[in-house]
């Protein structure tokens, strides 16, 4: 789809990557590919934070906003088969780049993760760590995501908390201890730097994962571990001691 052709925030968003967070990122990208996995904005080891499926030898596997691949990376040496679609073509490029590094290749799709271009039910996992879950409308991807996973697909997707977002202050400082944003009628928001999110709350997250035709078998509610520290700034690791900054869900397609 030309870009003229793309929602108004798809748009926003791609601006914003491909101009001022991609080169940040695409930093890190060599050393998240080298890594084991880990999530979040803690970097949480597999280990501790199993986001993962066990098992993932011949499955087939789309990464929802999957900025310089690495998810599709560690997917692909445990035996998946992986597609990564993005917004931004320049976290792409990083992701091309770092394919050829490591001598691993899989598709890569500069796209809508809202609009994917794969037939309905060929996936077994959906995946998405703060890219559709996070910069896609949910009531636009959830439903692409039940439409490309087979029936017992499972989708797994990391966000920042609802209880995180609600202590977020307008200038986008670190979340503090009183609540600054309201929970009713919340499901878009637009950032002093253009970008456009989407923290739908848990109540109507669940209730759309369910129309969509999930079974919600999982949510964790992440705890900052002890002595943690991140790259990040909006979730001091004190508070995410006390409250959690981020959250998976897992969900299966029925």
Request: aromatic share 10%; with cysteine; hydrophobic share 40%.
């Amino acid at each position: 789809m030309v870009a003229d052709q793309l929602p108004e925030h798809v748009r926003r968003n791609r601006e914003l990557w491909d101009t001022r967070h991609s080169r940040w990122f695409g930093q890190r990208g060599h050393q998240q590919w080298s890594a084991e996995p880990h999530w979040g904005i803690w970097a949480i080891p597999q280990t501790e934070l199993p986001v993962l499926p066990d098992d993932l030898a011949g499955k087939d596997l789309i990464d929802l906003g999957c900025g310089t691949a690495y998810i599709d990376a560690w997917a692909a040496r445990r035996g998946a088969r992986p597609v990564g679609i993005d917004n931004s073509a320049e976290q792409l490029a990083t992701a091309r780049a770092l394919q050829d590094e490591f001598d691993l290749h899989f598709p890569l799709v500069h796209g809508n993760a809202e609009d994917v271009p794969y037939p309905d039910a060929t996936f077994d996992i959906a995946i998405s760590e703060h890219g559709a879950a996070a910069w896609c409308d949910p009531y636009r991807w959830i439903p692409e995501a039940a439409r490309l996973l087979r029936p017992g697909g499972q989708l797994i997707f990391m966000r920042s908390s609802t209880l995180l977002t609600l202590c977020m202050p307008a200038d986008d400082t670190a979340a503090g201890t009183a609540l600054v944003m309201p929970q009713f009628g919340l499901r878009r928001i637009e950032d002093s730097d253009g970008a456009v999110t989407f923290p739908l709350p848990t109540g109507p997250m669940i209730a759309l994962l369910r129309d969509c035709g999930f079974r919600i078998d999982e949510l964790i509610e992440v705890r900052a571990p002890e002595n943690a520290a991140s790259e990040f700034d909006y979730a001091a690791p004190e508070w995410s001691r006390k409250w959690p900054s981020e959250e998976v869900w897992r969900a299966t397609r029925e």
